[in-house]
């Protein structure tokens, strides 16, 4: 008996070693093709490859396959692209090169309330980050963590080490949480999602006080934060300006023109896609620019009567 045991603790080792030869063989740095995303109703997204914005790939890859059910030394991104917050989490570590393991939690279909999300987020809200045991919510959060970690091979100009330049950053950072954030974000819930959830046209006084909030935070984004320079904090582009542009893009997939008057704001979204890369922008706000889609998802949606007090909420 004692024999059957070691030799059972014998084979256990020899399998863990071949697993891990397997591992680090799928983490070589090779190029790879994106694999498309396929959902799982009540639960999180299964994983895809991570590729840079030119279509080479830009860190570790991961075969969904060999995950079980995650491999512990890649990082895992929880992430809805219909969320801003998480467009700018994708965007930073894609045009960065930090390798992650793409989990979508989808939104409109309520996989936040899921019991499979609970155990990650007591918050129910994305984006999320896992780097091994360590969990952490909220976009900001996550994008200096990021930042902070690889400093060594990520760019300064992303989040300075110069005091007064930091300071810029975590200056637009606070700031856009009540402003543009808060002002955006209204226009598109009540362009693309009140109609569904309250089942009558929006009021137009409604509209139109929101769309006035949200033209008094882009006058500020302009007049403060831009002012005559080509991003936020100075000649490069930083945190800033990713999480400013992603706010910007949510009511623009509405059918909302808000760069419609502004060429100081045209240019600079230009300056910061160019940064980023066209493809890597484009692909990051695909779901956005198809938003009309979205309310016919949600009527299909048998949760919908759960998610209506929700928004119901938001929209009294």
Request: net charge positive; with cysteine; hydrophobic share 40%.
């Amino acid at each position: 008996m004692r024999l059957l045991c070691i030799l059972s603790r014998l084979i256990q080792r020899l399998l863990n070693q071949i697993q891990s030869t397997i591992t680090k063989i799928y983490v070589l740095p090779i190029p790879v093709y994106p694999l498309r995303l396929t959902a799982r109703r009540g639960g999180v997204l299964s994983r895809r490859r991570i590729t840079g914005e030119d279509g080479r790939h830009r860190g570790r890859v991961v075969e969904a396959k060999h995950l079980q059910p995650s491999d512990p030394d890649v990082m895992e991104l929880y992430l809805d692209l219909h969320s801003q917050p998480c467009r700018s989490v994708f965007l930073f570590a894609k045009a960065v090169g930090i390798p992650f393991e793409f989990k979508l939690v989808d939104l409109a279909a309520g996989q936040q309330y899921s019991e499979e999300f609970g155990k990650i987020s007591i918050m129910r809200k994305v984006p999320v980050m896992k780097d091994g045991s360590f969990i952490l919510t909220e976009s900001v959060a996550i994008l200096k963590y990021l930042a902070q970690k690889h400093s060594s091979s990520v760019a300064d100009h992303w989040y300075p080490a110069e005091l007064k330049q930091r300071a810029c950053v975590n200056e637009y950072l606070s700031w856009q949480h009540m402003n543009l954030r808060t002002h955006g974000s209204k226009v598109f819930l009540l362009r693309a999602l009140y109609p569904v959830i309250m089942g009558s046209e929006v009021p137009k006084e409604k509209m139109d006080a929101a769309i006035e909030d949200l033209n008094q935070s882009l006058n500020l984004l302009e007049e403060k934060f831009l002012q005559k320079k080509p991003f936020i904090v100075g000649e490069k582009i930083s945190l800033a300006d990713l999480v400013a542009v992603v706010e910007i893009m949510q009511p623009v997939g509405t059918g909302l023109d808000v760069f419609e008057g502004r060429p100081k704001l045209i240019a600079w979204r230009e300056r910061v896609k160019k940064e980023i890369g066209e493809k890597l922008f484009d692909e990051a706000h695909e779901a956005i620019m198809k938003v009309t889609s979205l309310p016919q998802k949600m009527k299909s949606n048998s949760d919908l009567e759960m998610l209506i007090p929700k928004f119901r909420k938001i929209f009294s």
